[in-house]
Structures are given as C-alpha cells and as structure tokens.
C-alpha cells in the first residue's frame, strides 16, 4: 500500500507570491492533517479535512487555508508569502475512525520563501 | 493552552548507552500521549503510545511511562544503536478531534 504522498519535495518561492502543496493520503483514508515544521516553533497544527469538509483547525493566520476533494486528496494554500512561512510541511491522513495512533506521516515539503 | 515540554538537544551518547528523553505535558482533558521519531528526510512514525496514566508504551526497545502525578511520559531506551539516530517528539493529544500538540523535538545522535 502506498503511503502519503506530497508534491512537490521542495518549493522556492518570494514574499507576497502564493503556492500550493499537494497530499495524497494513503489509499481508504479520508482524514488529512497538516502540519508546519520549524526550528524555531517546532511542529504546529494547521487543519484537519474529513470527507471534504474542515474539522478542526490550528492557530494561523486566514492566509493558511486548505480543502479536501471528494477522492480525499487534500490541497494546502498560502497566500502573500512571508519569509517566516519557511518550513517544512508535512501531511498525515489517518481512517475513518478518529484513531490517532494510525496517523500516517508524508516526507513533507520544504518551502524556502526569499 | 495545552503544551508540551521536552529536553532541548542534542543529545550526543555512545553505542549501547542508556537513553532518557524527559517530556512533561499539561493534563488538562486526560490526553493520550504519543513518542514520534523522525529519521533524516523522512516524516515523523509512531514510535510509541499510551493512553491513560500507568500505561507503558513501548516498540523498538524504547518505552515510555504515562505519570499522572508527575505529568511526564520520559522516553527511554537500555542500549542504543546508531540507527536510533533521529529527532524524537513527544505530542499529547486532548480527547476529541484536536490536532496533536507537540514538543519542539530532541535531536539524538548516537556514536559507535
């Protein structure tokens, strides 16, 4: 079974352009989480997507959002990029059942914003 | 709000020494608590949980303890390998559906 995907690996972008990442979660899991890495804060929270719809979601500015299509693929957004969004971005879907013992890491993406 | 705190690295031992990585938590909301490891250039695996106090976790040879009156969930190992090398979080989780909260990470490096 293949694991969760993220795309791209790494990203280069300048203050104030937008980007978007990419997580496909394994196969029969419906819930994606996000997370952002940093050496500074560590690892915090952005939002949690189940069936398509926000359940839960972190402490971040509206410029962070995200959205979950119907084959449980999720997509994260971040507009008017600012040089304190570098990080690593890591992706984690878990099944159905709210089990946090099976959550599902990706390898991540790297944003470097210049 | 909720937090976790754990021991800032690194940690530098050798081959076969024992390993402690303190983490203490905020209880509030009787949260399950949970050992992440990251290994260079992957994402983060479960290593290890426990869901209530007195519960040990344990996979790998490491093992955790869940302490109520202490509010710690101290990693530990007997005899490391150098393949233990990686950054290791702590997280607690609150009852409901929040995202994990987690420690800022502790880099191990293990020498042979």
Known sequence: ?114 | GNSVTQMEGPVTLSEEAFLTINCTYTATGYPSLFWYVQYPGEGLQLLLKATKADDKGSNKGFEATYRKETTSFHLEKGSVQVSDSAVYFCARQGRGADGLTFGKGTHLIIQP
């Open chain 1, 1 to 114: 079974k293949a694991g969760v995907t993220q795309t791209p690996r790494y990203l280069i972008k300048t203050r104030g352009q937008q980007v978007t990442l990419s997580c496909s979660p394994i196969s029969g899991h419906r819930s994606v989480s996000w997370y952002q890495q940093t050496p500074g804060q560590g690892l915090q929270f952005l939002f949690e997507y189940f069936s398509e719809t926000q359940r839960n979601k972190g402490n971040f500015p509206g410029r962070f959002s995200g959205r979950q299509f119907s084959n449980s693929r999720s997509e994260m957004n971040v507009s008017t990029l600012e040089l304190g969004d570098s990080a690593l971005y890591l992706c984690a879907s878990r099944p159905e059942s709210p089990n946090v013992e099976k959550l599902f890491f990706g390898s991540g993406t790297q944003l470097s914003v210049l």
